[in-house]
């Protein structure tokens, strides 16, 4: 008999920012890393115990326990007896309930008789389809977790859950901080390994952003100043605007990134149908091979787009960033605002080229074993979307990540509508100017949306960007190239007349925008070809040069795009000689 056990962490990214400290962010992170990835994780140390065989260090080893995938806060095992699985769940969901308590988490073990037929012999694969089945129902299933916080109970002030005592660990902040300052036990425990593992100078889960095996720092601290000599504080002086200099230090700008993988759910059904009747050992390794390969992709792209920080971004060896997350096909990470859509274009652009050597070799153990006109109309590479939030650095991201994920989904969104298998990578992102705890849409809506005479609401940002080129729909190049025109000195509408026109649009008033942007073109004719040209292609319209137009139901503009641009855009050869 084969059966099968699978474990997935959710809703990492509410868990990560629960207190809003950067702190609690930095060590939660880490902590995570080191759940499942490796053999110094704590899935190791649990398997140790437990002393059954494995092959989590090594995928070729023989074992009573054997994974088909161990990254990213999730795993999946099989074994031919139920017992060592049994053994597992119960002593590893009992860990991670105590080290991290107000983790929520989903799991599910299946195996044995087949309920069809009555007999044992299942297949792995149809024992890993049944456990996926089960964990996606486990998944949707409320939980609850410990401490409680009944009414009689003290409360901390940042999450909501019981206070515990606060431990002699977690007491590294100054002392009248320690003492007003109630903690949960999850964030007591994360302050124990900041100060046990000494995040402040080192951290494994950022060594897998640093390019080359160089060692960097990142910061842990976005408002002190280093002359305060207490924490590795973040530079913003070397934020480099290619169009008004140096930034100064009141410009404290930064960006939430979160960027995750297409179509990864259309590939690993396909994979699993496609070898489907193979052995089973051969199903195990490709199903391995693909975790570990998707993986390295992403920890390569994440390096290579890390390179732009180590150029134009770092300060002492101090990179402008602090790495989040890095696993399975996602990343997350704060940066300096102006490096943010640079970080992403190259993250995107790598993580493409660097996944079509995994599948590659996936396709070939399907055609020499398992049925390839399954895979024929496959992409041979995956790509990724995501969404970036620029904000001040001081203003809380408690909230951020709802905000940045919600982004993350629109960019999809783009990405989906051109190709439900494998589209192409987009981005969208937006500014805020003050703190927002909404969904998304409403965000947007009160952010980038104004309600004008004729049109009703016209939305001044685009939904989402192409990272590449493409004839009928908007990429980042596009928004690039009209950004540029309107600062030629020829140029008819220049930044300060669009902002003119913002102004009248918050007010309402389309007659008086449509007038300053009409008698600009007539009064400097010899910019219209190119205002209007770069409109055509940002909008992809046949018929239309105008400055809004109309998307599906929607009427849209790029106005508070070309706002964010012009504060944040950046360009490596020309910070190069400004430095």
């Keep these: 008999m084969t059966y099968c056990y699978l474990f997935e962490a959710k809703s990492i990214q509410s868990y990560l920012f629960k207190t809003g400290k950067l702190k609690d962010v930095i060590a939660a992170s880490e902590r995570l890393d080191m759940l499942v990835d490796d053999n110094n994780s704590v899935l190791a140390e649990v398997l140790e115990q437990l002393g059954y065989s494995h092959n989590l260090a090594d995928k070729n080893a023989e074992g009573e326990i054997q994974f088909l995938r161990c990254k990213g806060a999730a795993f999946s ?20 309930l105590q080290l991290f308590p107000g983790l929520a988490f989903c799991d599910a073990l299946e195996g044995g008789m087949d309920k069809a037929t009555n007999e044992g012999a299942q297949s792995l694969q149809s024992v890993v389809k049944l456990a996926q089945q089960r964990l996606a129902a486990d998944h949707n299933q409320a939980k609850v977790t410990l401490p409680l916080a009944p009414a009689i109970a003290n409360i901390s002030q940042r999450t909501g859950n019981a206070q515990v005592p606060t431990s002699k660990l977690a007491s590294f902040a100054p002392q009248e901080e320690v003492e007003s300052e109630r903690l949960d036990l999850d964030t007591d425990l994360h302050r124990q390994a900041y100060q046990v593992m000494n995040l402040k100078d080192q951290g494994a889960l950022q060594s897998k952003y640093s390019p080359n095996d160089q060692t960097y720092s990142y910061p842990t601290n976005f408002e002190k100043s280093n002359s305060d000599n207490i924490d590795q504080s973040f530079d913003f002086s070397t934020e480099q605007n290619a169009y008004k200099g140096k930034q100064n230090d009141e410009r404290k700008d930064i960006a939430l990134v979160h960027i995750d993988g297409n179509g990864l759910g259309i590939i690993l059904l396909k994979l699993n149908k496609a070898l489907s009747t193979v052995d089973e050992k051969i199903y195990a390794n490709a199903y391995r091979s693909f975790s570990e390969g998707l993986a390295s ?20 060896n101090t990179l402008a960033m602090r790495p989040l997350v890095l696993g399975g096909d996602d990343v997350t990470l704060l940066i300096r605002a102006d490096l943010a859509l640079p970080w992403s274009k190259q993250f ?143 140029t008819p509408m220049t930044m300060s007349k669009w902002r003119q026109v913002l102004t009248h649009l918050s007010l309402g008033n389309m007659d008086e925008a449509n007038r300053i942007y009409e008698r600009a073109k007539t009064l400097k004719k010899e910019g219209k070809a190119a205002l209007e040209e770069a409109f055509y292609m940002l909008s992809k319209s046949q018929n239309d040069t105008a400055w809004y137009w109309q998307q599906g139901d929607e009427w849209i503009s790029p ?16 910070a190069a000689e400004a430095q």
């Design 297 to 316: 992709a992403t920890k390569k792209a994440a390096q290579a787009a890390t390179q732009i920080v180590v150029d134009y971004g770092q300060t002492d």
């Design 77 to 96: 095992a099989y074994s031919k007896d139920k017992a060592p699985l049994q053994a597992l769940r119960n002593l590893w969901t009992l860990t991670v």
């Design 348 to 490: 995107c652009r790598v993580f493409q080229q660097a996944s079509q050597e995994v599948l590659t070799n996936i396709f070939a153990v399907i055609k020499e074993h398992g049925d390839a006109d399954v895979t024929k109309d496959m992409k041979g590479y995956l790509s990724a979307s995501g969404g970036v939030l620029f904000q001040k650095a001081n203003h809380p991201f408690t909230n951020s990540h709802h905000v940045v994920e919600g982004l993350c989904a629109n960019a999809k969104r783009l990405t989906k509508q051109i190709d439900d298998n494998v589209g192409p990578a987009a981005l969208s992102f937006l500014r805020l100017s003050n703190t927002a705890t909404q969904h998304v849409e409403e965000v947007i809506k009160q952010n980038v949306a104004v309600t004008v005479d004729k049109l009703g609401t016209l939305t001044l940002a685009l939904p989402a960007y192409l990272i590449d080129s493409d004839e009928q729909y908007p990429c980042l190049q596009d928004l690039y190239d009209l950004f540029e025109v309107c600062l030629n000195k020829d």
């Design 559 to 574: 106005l508070k795009d070309l706002m964010v641009l012009e504060r944040f855009y950046f360009k490596p050869d020309e």
